[in-house]
């Protein structure tokens, strides 16, 4: 087009933009009319203008990313098996294996699956040596592309204990690593199905790959390969800017280290907001928590079903959710556009805010010893705990609406026969090194005393 429209208009500033909002408030106070308070620390604006952004993030936006299908093995080896080779020809683009039970026959499961032409990646969350071998055995066979995912962080965060004490889980992790097959997990979602707040979320993260960056510095070990693992809510453009955000807290932090490093965004929506009643609202939530894993730069993106938290793994449940993927990526063409979000100030404005908080509480997290050190110290407990308290109480007043739960109720679901797992926490007693982190469905208190009047 040779004729510029709007070449006869002035360009308005955003100081300009105010004052006529000022003058239309008729005297009302601008912050306590417009300016949105958050959990999060961040203050939502209305109106976000290029004059007051400092720096535009702009990076390279992945539209290559893959449809992932979780296997838990919770109906035994070969109903896995089956349901692999279902989910192959039904669009699954990754096969996203979860061994936390060393007992089950996988020797069985991966050489049946040997045969299928598609990237694997093993979610490895209390290695064996025993079982180690038979892994890596399998993925010398395999065909396609291999890979397997460590995090004895995470499972130290989350069961409060080591696989058998620091030093041999470390000496553990490096020896598997030496195996070309073998990355290192950095499993964010324990902090956000723990109620951790978006900075909070990014700094433990960081603080986490910086531990990991010291063992290999300790090691010796000057390339890693890591998959980081978020889980992400409904807050759709919060949750795309925390996404954003991490390449650039990442390459900050490498500037610290002669370390290679090549990581990689697996994400799936967050467990924290689902609901066991008017379910069906979950395939809502989890619709707009993919599109902001997508658009935030993922690699990787992996489903919930609607049921997962109260049903097994189940064939509707399964393909719905997967369904969703395909219909994102195959007819509203996720995949074809680049950098979406490019010159969108609001989503500019909050990477730049959470950069900033995540950054100050990396900080002081590290003044205070480090993430393993605040861990015994009770201190990322404590945070944690300190923002999911908040969030529960805004869903029991009403300030934050889980549609189904605490709003628009239905009074005639029922929903105690329909269990099949425990959609609750259940409390273990053992002792552990440190208090470990919770993951906590913001419903459940309310869900509960539902139920009890079933």
Wanted: aromatic content about 12%; charged content about 25%; some cysteine.
């Amino acid at each position: 087009m040779k004729n510029k429209l709007f070449k006869d208009f002035e360009a308005v500033s955003a100081k300009a933009w105010k004052q006529k909002i000022q003058v239309d408030l008729k005297g009302a106070d601008y912050n306590d009319k417009l300016i949105t308070k958050t959990p999060h620390g961040i203050d939502i604006k209305p109106f976000y203008h290029k004059d007051e952004i400092n720096e535009k993030f702009s990076s390279p936006q992945n539209n290559t990313w893959e449809i992932a299908e979780q296997i838990l093995f919770d109906h035994g080896i070969q109903n896995a098996i089956n349901f692999t080779k279902d989910v192959v020809n039904r669009g699954a683009e990754l096969i996203w294996v979860v061994i936390s039970n060393s007992n089950l026959d996988y020797k069985t499961y991966f050489d049946a699956v040997s045969d299928l032409n598609i990237h694997f990646f093993v979610e490895y969350q209390n290695p064996t040596h025993q079982l180690s071998a038979i892994i890596i055995d399998s993925a010398k066979h395999h065909i396609a592309k291999f890979e397997i995912g460590i995090d004895p962080l995470h499972h130290f965060a989350s069961t409060g204990n080591w696989w058998e004490n620091l030093e041999k889980d470390q000496q553990q992790w490096a020896n598997l690593l030496t195996n070309s097959t073998v990355v290192a997990n950095l499993d964010a979602r324990l902090f956000q199905q723990a109620g951790a707040t978006i900075p909070q979320q990014l700094a433990y993260t960081m603080a986490q790959l910086n531990e990991y960056l010291n063992w290999a510095n300790h090691l010796k070990i000057t390339k890693l390969e890591v998959k980081v693992i978020n889980a992400v809510g409904s807050n759709y453009f919060f949750e795309i800017a925390k996404i954003k955000a991490l390449p650039f807290l990442i390459e900050s932090l490498l500037e610290a280290y002669e370390i290679e490093v090549d990581y990689t965004f697996f994400t799936t929506p967050s467990k924290r907001n689902k609901t066991l009643y008017d379910y069906n609202v979950n395939m809502l939530r989890t619709t707009t928590e993919c599109m902001s894993a997508v658009l935030g730069g993922s690699h990787v993106v992996a489903n919930l079903a609607y049921d997962e938290i109260y049903h097994k793994s189940n064939d509707f449940g399964e393909r719905i959710s997967r369904n969703q993927l395909l219909m994102l990526k195959e007819e509203s063409y996720f995949d074809k556009v680049k950098n979406p979000t490019d010159g969108v100030y609001y989503i500019d404005s909050l990477i730049s805010q959470f950069n900033e908080s995540a950054w100050e509480i990396f900080k002081q997290l590290e003044q205070g010893g480090g993430y393993i050190q605040q861990l015994f110290d009770g201190k990322i407990q404590q945070k944690i705990k300190a923002s999911s308290s908040e969030e529960i109480k805004a869903v029991e007043t009403g300030e934050l609406i889980l549609v189904g739960t605490n709003k628009y109720k239905n009074p005639a679901d029922r929903m105690k026969r329909e269990l099949e797992i425990s959609p609750f926490i259940e409390k273990q007693s053992r002792k552990t090194l440190i208090e470990p982190i919770i993951e906590r469905r913001i419903a459940e208190e309310i869900e509960q005393e539902r139920m009890g009047n079933e």
